[in-house]
């Protein structure tokens, strides 16, 4: 310490800093301090620094000492010969003990030592001044971690190394109550790590809970709880939850943002919820609304013979929603099931769809009273009923309804979507059920207010209500309009079942707590009925009504139920509720889905079938239909197609109507007038696994008009319409001078397509409105009902036809295609492939030796390049040149074989039309 000869005159200035205003005092030690040279005002003012800190611990005292450090620094910048680092360095380790250097200083000094001196020693230097501090119990400045880890990186060590470094100085100093935010932020992630390692240090962590009057005082009370929280957050981060007590949970953890709170009770354990309530307890597990269900194991992973059972039963027991799931299973996914159980249809008595349809509709359905609930949007919800209160979430809110009619709702902020909110009487709770099934209940306390966990729910812990849960019955009752007593609402594993006063079960829902959009089964008699006419009208609905309405449902896929609801308006015009006509609608739907996969399943099993409910399905007996849906879909073409016709006679096209689309309509317009595409795979042995296929799609056919094969209809492409066909397809019924036209918006590589009706197959020229034809018109084509009962019993009385290689030989030389294309053309599958794709790979198809030998003799053939996707599906050919090939006698192929010259001429033609 060096003494001033000006020291008398400090002195006395310094003595005056309890009673003098420190701009007084500034002035006078800057008249002091003008005449002196840089180097002895250097001096001058750190005299003046000593003199202020000897003078006491009044503000006015600090403020000056600190002035007078700065203004030091600042002398030495104007005189760079005046600047000694050792000097400094000395100085700064007499004046940061005594709290008077500024951040500004220190940051300055980090600089010049970095610049001047070698990293290792700017480091240990920089490093010594800031201890000097921590050793004085003093507050680091707020960016003293990003200046002491550029040092410390410049040297090797490693960055977190440095940062652990000072967070444990900041915790066994005791020095975090006080710091800043941004002393937190920085010190966060090495907090955690180094009292992680370390109980004392957790220790010390866990007492280090920020100085909330200083920090009020400093930046106000939401700069303290945000200060708290992340102190809090620090400690989740740690792994401080296993070391705390249940009461700091109650007391200093109070308010604590949700997903810190969680993190501490989840390293906490079970011992804070030890002395609450055994999961179950009292209350059924199976029929508590509170309970999230377990969840299902999947059809396909139940061993067969459970799953044998359940299917019966679901398929016997009457009720349409069991039965829709079931046969829905065994058509649509059930294949490898199906495969192991040969033959389960046969042992199946299958209830009768429409009269599982009418007993639901009578006894009544939930959509009567609005449930389900109709969310549109994917946002967290659950629906908690605790004694009289139910409570709702949505997103960040709770309605909380106590059945007196007027519903309140409380904004809780962002919590997890796994948490249910719920009212107890007194305060709103927020629970998850823990591991082992116990509850675990949090007071909810609003939003954080501030910090990175701004919006947050803040939770408290409370001992005495950390078990709790809500309490209400498994069981209601609600009364539908027109019933002549309630029916029962009951829940159970996860479902809730409505059975009606004579027994029968009307509905069957899924049921869980974190989905509001079907309420507990005690509050559905709080509900009103939506539509009471459309209810009543539903009590007496009779079978004849029903039975019309499910055959509109036929054709009718589930995105396109227009038709059926049509019919239903028409028929039962009582319903008026937009929400109700959809739910009879649907249940109409899959009343027409049951009847469809239940032919399908009786048929595939070799089973007799249910008699049809109208005359969309018949068929002849010789030529029996698996694929039921398709030919309802041709009949219903046909159905438009005739009554079209018998329109009074336009002079032009008369666009009659629109109607939607029935099911595959595009699929089969691909098909029209190509049908002998699904001949040559009924005709070879090694074609087995898809002979049923394509004999079921020639039956299908031949059993509708579009398939009789008397020339009646043909097929016309168009140019596509720009921009493009609707989005909801539809058919155009047209009357034409000579019969009948459907027109289809579907998009097909062809063109824009439609099928024409003539009764008496006289054809002229055709043109509609902005369409332009695009190539000849394709007329039916060699399937009728004739041709193909004739194939069926030839290939019953005699076996497949001769298999020739000459034939494939002769055929690729007269249309220039490789032998391999021949092949397929003439012994392939439906899609022209010779080996069928549902064989295992490397399994062997049973191909004669002379076509295997054809094969291996001309493998290296390659296709001509406009030739080698001509066949693919969407182009049609593959139909059109089989239909060349087969002669006008089935009985021929036994013969003469395939009419070979027909079809070369044909392609011939083809080829010259693409310019190939």
Known sequence: MSSSPREPELAA?????????????????????????????????????????????????????????????????DDASACDLERLHATLLEFVPAGVVGPAVLRDHAKTLSGQLPPDEAHARFREVICAGFDAGLIPYARLFPDLRKLAVATGIAKHDEEEFLAA?????????????????????????????????????????????????????????????????????????????????????RRCAVDVLLTLVDQAGERLFRDGAEPGGDIDPDSDPAAV???????????????????????????????????????????????????????????????????????????????????????????????????????????????????????????????????????????RVGPGGRWQTFRAEGPVAAGPESGELALTYEPGACTARPEAPGTGEVTYPGASAPSRVRLHQGRISVTAPDGSQSARLGYSPRDPSVPPPAVWGRRNPVDPAGSAALRTLDRDTAVRIVTAAL?????????????????????????????????????????????????KDGAAPRPPCSPLPEFHPELPVMGVRDLVSLRVFEKHALAAAERPNPAEPELLYKVEQPHGADRLIEDFGGLARHVTPVLWPWQRPHAVWSLDELSTWANSGWGDGSGRYRLLWFEQPSPGPPSTPNIQVWRTHNGSLLSFS????????????????????????????VGDPVPQGWLSQERLLRLKRLLTENGPPPVRAETARELAARTRLTTAQAVDLLYGDADGNLRPRALPSGADP?????????????????????????????????????????????????????????????????CEREGW
């Open 13 to 77: 200035l310094a003595s005056g800093a309890g009673t003098d205003h420190p701009r007084k005092l500034k002035s006078a030690l800057t008249r002091l301090a003008r005449p002196l040279s840089a180097a002895d005002r250097i001096s001058f003012f750190e005299d003046a620094c000593r003199a202020f800190v000897a003078a006491g611990v009044s503000d006015t005292a600090a403020e000056l000492a600190t002035w007078s450090f700065t203004q030091a620094r600042k002398a030495e910048k």
């Open 169 to 253: 100085r900041l915790l066994r100093d005791g020095l975090l109550p006080g710091a800043s935010q941004t002393i937190w932020a920085a010190a966060r992630k090495a907090l955690a790590a180094v009292a992680g390692r370390d109980g004392d240090l957790m220790e010390l962590l866990i007492a280090a809970e920020p100085d909330r009057a200083r920090h009020e005082e400093e930046g106000g009370a939401e700069v303290a709880e945000m200060m708290r929280q992340m102190w809090l957050a620090t400690l989740a981060d740690a792994g401080a939850g296993a070391r705390l007590p249940a009461d700091w949970f109650a007391t200093t953890g």
């Open 293 to 431: 269900p377990r969840s299902r194991a999947r059809w396909s992973d139940v061993p067969d013979a459970e799953l044998r059972t359940r299917l019966k039963a679901d398929v016997e027991a009457g009720y349409l929603y069991r039965l829709n799931r079931a046969l829905s299973w065994l058509v649509d996914e059930g294949y490898r099931f199906r495969e192991r159980n040969p033959g389960l249809a046969r042992e199946i008595e299958f209830c009768d769809p429409v009269d599982a349809l009418l007993t639901e509709l009578r006894a009544g359905i939930p959509e009567e009273f609005g449930i389900p609930v109709s969310f549109t949007d994917n946002v967290a919800r659950s629906v908690v009923q605790h004694r009289e209160s139910l409570s709702v979430r949505t997103r960040r809110e709770v309605e909380v309804d106590d059945g007196g009619g007027s519903p309140w709702k409380v904004h809780l902020g962002r919590f997890p979507k796994e948490m249910m909110p719920w009212y107890d009487g007194e305060a709103i709770r927020v629970s």
């Open 555 to 603: 054709p009718a896929s589930r995105w396109v139920l227009r038709p059926v609801r049509d019919e239903l308006l028409r028929l039962v015009p009582e319903i008026t509720e937009p929400s109700l006509i959809a739910a009879v609608t649907q249940r109409m739907h899959s009343t027409a889905q049951c009847l469809l996969n239940e032919h399908w399943l009786r048929m």
């Open 746 to 773: 579907g998009w097909h590589l062809r063109g824009f397509a439609a099928v024409e009706y003539s009764s008496g197959g006289r054809f002229v020229p055709i043109r509609l409105p902005e369409r332009d034809l």
């Open 846 to 910: 049973g191909l004669p030796s002379e076509i295997v030998d054809l094969l291996e003799a001309t493998r290296n053939e390659r296709p001509d390049r406009n030739h080698q996707f001509a066949f693919r599906r969407d182009s049609g050919r593959l139909g059109l040149i089989r239909e060349q090939l087969m002669p006008d006698d089935p009985a021929e192929l036994w013969n003469t074989g395939f009419d070979l010259a027909r079809a070369a001429d044909w392609w011939r033609l083809e």
